[in-house]
């Protein structure tokens, strides 16, 4: 027909642990729901694919497969796309306080991220715990970004926290986010608290991903699981 490949393409397993990468406990699973989507810019490549896959629920087994919401229907894509503009370019006015600037002062200095201030490893002890019994964990997007915020549930684990999750440990945890993840660490020592910035996470993110969880919200469950080893007995 003419209308080249597809530009990107995705396929995940719900219920296989598939986003859990190589970390996932079992790959024994009993059920599962395959989750497919595409990315083109003709639609009629998009109509041509939603009709094919439709013989995947109606040519299958009763009961076993089936098409969620029917029929998938191709929809556009909005993604915003954030960029710097000079500020020797931007004339501000504001009416109402007759306060009018033309900024002319300009740094093409890019924002630079912070050194990585990490303890060094000691082992206290031979227990080891899930992360999510050690601190509380939230994560959300922002654009094509996640971040992942991890607060001590005791202070006093702050320090051997620090020293454990580094930007390389995190990134390796959650690899399966695409190889062209970065991953940069922020030190909150006043509230015993980490922020990880993971960007190019989200394959997108929002409405321009094609991931089953475009906003990242399920990152700090899954890294909830992540072992920390060399600890005392916690309940002592």
């Known amino acids: 027909m003419g209308i080249g490949s597809f530009e990107e393409v995705n396929i995940e397993c719900l219920g296989s642990g598939s986003n859990y990468g190589k970390d996932m406990e079992s790959s024994d699973a009993k059920e599962v729901v395959i989750w497919t989507s595409v990315r083109h810019k003709n639609k009629q490549a998009l109509e041509l694919w939603a009709k094919e896959i439709a013989g995947a629920g109606t040519g299958g087994a009763p009961g076993f497969t089936t098409l969620v919401g029917g029929r998938p229907k191709p929809t556009p894509i909005l993604r915003y796309k954030p960029f710097y503009y000079p500020k020797e370019l931007v004339d501000i006015t504001i009416d109402d306080t007759e306060f009018k600037s033309s900024n002319t002062e300009f740094s093409e200095t890019q924002p630079q991220s912070p050194p990585e201030s990490t303890n060094a490893v000691v082992n206290e002890g031979e227990f080891s715990y899930r992360l999510e019994e050690l601190a509380y964990l939230r994560s959300g997007d922002k654009g094509n970004s996640a ?13 051997v926290l620090d020293a454990r999750l580094t930007s390389a440990a995190v990134k390796e945890y959650l690899s399966f986010l695409g190889e062209d993840l970065v991953v940069t660490k922020y030190n909150l020592p006043g509230v015993g608290a980490f922020n990880f910035m993971l960007d190019n996470a989200l394959g997108g993110g929002g409405v321009a991903s094609l991931k089953t969880d475009p906003q990242g919200k399920a990152i700090g469950q899954i890294f909830s699981d992540f072992i920390v080893e060399g600890l005392k007995d916690k309940s002592s």
């Open 147 to 159: 971040n992942l915020g991890i607060i001590c549930r005791n202070k006093s684990l702050y320090n």
